[in-house]
């Protein structure tokens, strides 16, 4: 395999891979780097994905706990609100589902902005990255990812509001 066709998704077979471990993230930041080219916007754009991913994890964890907590109250065994929570629960996770491939998405986008990046550098030069930002074409999936993510949480809050009335 050559260097591009090699693997650069910044998910493998589900897991997760930091996007700033690719290797053409980082070959665009040491090229903005060695010609004095500001990295701020990139270094926020990959900042806000690991946040994103922090925040997948954490919803998650709040999942698992939820699904624990309900399966240790022995009061709504057979109790129609259990229902109710469960279902609440089926819905955080597929949503939650929704916005992991979403995040991938946007990775694979913003892995593939950079890739061009590197390879419109080798070919024309540094000038060629004067105007960075059209190598990305993320805007509609932060878009849906955002659609998303204010979905979830109205659910999330509506489960919590039922679980501990």
Do not use: W
């Amino acid at each position: 395999m050559n260097e591009d066709t090699a693997p650069q998704s910044g998910v493998t077979n589900g897991n997760s891979v930091p996007i700033a471990e690719n290797q053409y993230v980082k070959e665009l930041f040491s090229i903005l780097s060695e010609n004095n080219k500001d990295t701020v916007g990139l270094s926020a754009l990959i900042g806000h994905v690991k946040d994103m991913e922090d925040f997948v994890k954490r919803a998650e964890s709040k999942i698992v706990d939820m699904k624990s907590q309900l399966d240790s109250m022995k009061e709504v065994q057979n109790h129609p609100i259990k229902t109710s929570l469960q279902n609440a629960i089926r819905s955080l996770e597929a949503k939650v589902a929704d916005v992991k491939e979403q995040l991938a998405a946007l990775k694979d986008s913003i892995i593939e902005g950079c890739k061009n990046a590197v390879t419109t550098f080798k070919e024309k030069g540094i000038a060629a990255l004067n105007n960075i930002a059209s190598f990305f074409h993320i805007k509609s999936n932060l878009q849906s990812m955002s659609n998303e993510m204010t979905k979830s949480v109205g659910i999330c809050d509506k489960a919590i509001t039922v679980f501990v009335k």
